[in-house]
């Protein structure tokens, strides 16, 4: 699938504010919202546009302390870690990697203390081989879904 010059206006506009109106993304790009219409429908179609969500201050919800952790785990327990992980709602995302860690992901915690326990309780697993925490102090930019 080919994106256009046009694709990636409209793409910017709803990546700005997912809420604005056909017609004022119409007006920005110089076309019809007509256009706009049928370019976001066959985006959406065509799964560029997964779908619209909320971008959430974790400032004004009281979660603002933000840590990245990586996980070095045995191979055969890897699975299970994965799918023990994802299920908390404190982590934000998870990936697999290369390099010195297995997993690494994102949690957002109101406190120190809420980090501590998750990392006491809730990564107490049988195959976790080694841990790396590394807490963000501040942005130099923000990350575009949680703010921090």
């Known amino acids: ?39 976001i429908d066959r985006l959406m179609e065509r799964g560029v546009i997964k779908k619209f969500t909320v971008m959430l201050d974790y400032h004004k919800l009281g979660r603002a302390i933000k840590s990245f952790i990586g996980l070095k785990v045995q191979p ?9 992980v994802r299920k908390n709602p404190d982590v934000h995302v998870l990936y697999r990697t290369s390099g010195d860690v297995d997993l ?20 107490a697993l049988d195959g976790i081989l080694g841990t790396v925490v590394t807490i963000v102090i501040g942005p130099y930019k923000r990350c ?5």
């Not at 055969?76 to 023990?84: D, F, G, M, R």
């Not at 915690?109 to 006491?120: G, P, Q, R, S, Y």
């Not at 575009?144 to 921090?148: A, D, E, N, V």
Request: hydrophobic share 40%; glycine share 2%; aromatic share 6%.
């Open 144 to 148: 575009p879904w949680t703010g921090l």
């Open 1 to 39: 699938m080919s994106i256009d010059v046009l694709d990636m206006k409209i793409i910017k506009c709803l990546s700005d504010d997912a809420k604005r109106t056909y017609r004022s993304i119409a007006e920005e790009s110089g076309v019809s919202e007509a256009t706009v219409k049928n370019r």
């Open 76 to 84: 055969a327990k890897l699975q299970s870690i994965v799918e023990h």
């Open 104 to 123: 690494l992901f994102e949690v957002i915690f109101e406190k120190m203390e809420d980090l501590n326990t998750f990392l006491e309780t809730e990564l």
